[in-house]
């Protein structure tokens, strides 16, 4: 078992989840820069250079809501995501139904927000908890 699943919020779906072994890292497979600036935590993916940036500000919608606009993302696409809940985790893949219905789970557990991508690197995102935001390269 993982360390991050074993945080209390994720025992309903901790079998959900299945290492990376040779991934150490979601931003190195992506090929991206990482965030350096950890003066407030704004993420581990540097936005800011991303091309097609998209941001939802997730603090004003229900669970629901957001649930919703998941399903009906590019998400829709994918049966499994990549997830890296954790800086000193290991990424595991997820599938894509349980990460929408549960990204409010994930998120507490995280402590302050995760990255995640398709296997193909075509789209990836961030939810943070601090900002209350969802940053990706693709409009959720």
Known sequence: MYNILTHPMLD????EFTLLKDVDSLIDILSIKENSNYTVYQGNIDWSIIKNTHTLNWGSLSSNTIIERMHF???KNYSNLYIQIGYDEKPMKVSCE???LHWEEILFASNEGFPAMSPDGQ???????????IYSNFKI
């Not at 309903?12 to 079998?15: A, C, L, V």
């Not at 789209?123 to 935001?133: G, H, P, Q, S």
């Open 73 to 75: 993302s590019a998400l």
């Open 12 to 15: 309903s779906i901790k079998e």
């Open 123 to 133: 789209i990836y995102f961030e939810l943070l908890d601090t900002a209350k935001v």
């Open 98 to 100: 349980i990460l929408i």
